[in-house]
């Protein structure tokens, strides 16, 4: 596998990863102070960089 290849997860994927709904992720991508990865999207699909939920996900661990 490539690193150079760009990993997305749809919103419903994101939603499993967390075991949250996707209300949970609603309210996330509305809260500035909490600084959830914004989607990119595309044909009205929300896709999020996986690098850059990672990078939440260090940011959220190390904040605890």
Do not use: C, H, N
């Not at 960089?49 to 959220?60: H, N, P, V």
């Amino acid at each position: 596998m490539s690193d150079e290849t760009e990993k997305f997860l749809t919103g419903p994927e994101v939603d499993k990863r967390y075991g949250r709904s996707s209300q949970s992720r609603w309210r996330w991508s509305k809260d500035p102070e909490l600084g959830f990865p914004k989607p990119l999207k595309i044909k009205r699909r929300l896709l999020y960089r996986l690098r850059d939920l990672e990078e939440f996900e260090r940011r959220m661990t190390a904040a605890s």
